[in-house]
């Protein structure tokens, strides 16, 4: 763990940075993270196949011949050849429309759901999976580069052990080079990653250069209604000069589309640009959900509608053919 900030910042961190932190039980969401955490086991031979074979963000010209075909998730999943390996923990994927999807692991080492997490399972279903110790999982981000431009869809853990930052390096990417940041919700494990550390122990920008889209549905809740938020609301003052907020429907730049896929949080949103739906944290436990999209996370805010988001934005990726990108889908972080 790197050292925690200072002051306020370093007890809202605590109390809310907990994997999908549900603001209304920061202490239970940070116990049961833990204990995630405790199964946590450094395993660099994941990260090894996870990134096999595939191009990184800096060379995905090169690989714009298989655009036309990637439609089909097995298509567009498919490997690049003889790229140099991509740096442990990303997987470059080229979109239809030419564009390129990087997967970043932003957690350490191996991540498993407890079953603890999803009360509404029942233990037969559960023990169906054949996944005691957890079902696997990541925190991820995704950087697409797409018209020249870099953008950023969340940004991860930040202090609390993200690892975004050295992965940024290792892709050649610096930060100062991100041109848009969106943000599917804002749960620390999705924001914190926004800032660091700076001088004099003072909250800085890690993306000084990007402009930040987020829902103002999202927004207006996490400033107003939810309570334990000044995480939400520091980071938010601090990159308030370049702050958009969108409705869902919203036509956004490079011809990404926010769509509602409420219920997680209030505003909770996945994103659409060409055959790549970025879901956010429409699932926590992906082995289970896939074929049981009624069952949620106990990190669901609405459970109601967190159902109903997660059946209708499954069907329309499955409808129109679309590839998932999901911030705790299971290493590489893409599902058809
Ligand atoms: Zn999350």
């Given amino acids: 763990m790197k050292k925690a900030f200072p002051s306020l910042f370093a007890v809202a961190l605590a109390l809310i940075v907990a994997g999908c932190g549900d603001s209304k039980t920061p202490a239970n969401n940070a116990s049961s993270e833990a204990a995630a955490r405790t199964k946590v086991v450094e395993n660099a031979s994941v990260n090894a196949t996870t990134g096999n074979a595939t191009i990184n963000a800096t060379n995905a010209a090169a690989s714009n011949t298989t655009a036309g075909n990637a439609v089909g998730a097995n298509s567009a999943v498919a490997t ?110 999705h924001i914190a990653g926004l800032v660091k550390n700076g001088t004099a122990g003072k909250m800085e920008k890690v993306f000084k250069n990007a402009a930040v889209y987020a829902g103002k549905v999202e927004y207006d809740a996490w400033m107003n209604k939810i309570p334990k938020n000044d995480l939400q609301k520091n980071i938010m003052a601090l990159y308030k000069d370049s702050l958009h907020l969108f409705a869902f429907g919203d036509s956004l730049p490079h011809g990404v589309l926010a769509m509602d896929a409420v219920g997680h949080t209030p505003g909770h949103t996945a994103f659409q640009i060409s055959n790549l739906l970025v879901i956010g944290d429409l699932m926590h436990g992906y082995a289970l959900q896939k074929n049981h999209p009624e069952i949620n996370s106990n990190y669901d805010m609405d459970k109601a509608k967190s159902a109903e988001s997660r059946k209708r934005i499954m069907q329309y990726a499955r409808e129109n053919k679309l590839l998932m990108a999901g911030m705790h889908l299971p290493p590489p972080g893409f599902a058809e």
């Fill in 80 to 189: 690049h050849s003889a790229e140099a390996t991509a740096p442990a923990g990303t997987k470059t994927v080229t979109l239809a429309n030419g564009a390129s999807v990087t997967w970043i692991q932003d957690n350490e080492g191996k991540k498993l759901m407890p079953r603890e997490l999803f009360s509404d399972a029942s233990d037969s279903l559960y023990a169906s999976l054949n996944m005691p110790a957890g079902i696997p999982a990541s925190v991820s981000t995704f950087l697409v580069k797409v018209d020249g431009k870099l953008i950023l869809f969340d940004a991860g853990l930040g202090a609390w052990g993200g690892q975004l930052a050295k992965r940024l390096e290792a892709l050649n990417v610096n930060p100062d080079s991100i041109g848009l940041v969106y943000l599917t919700h804002f749960h620390a494990d």
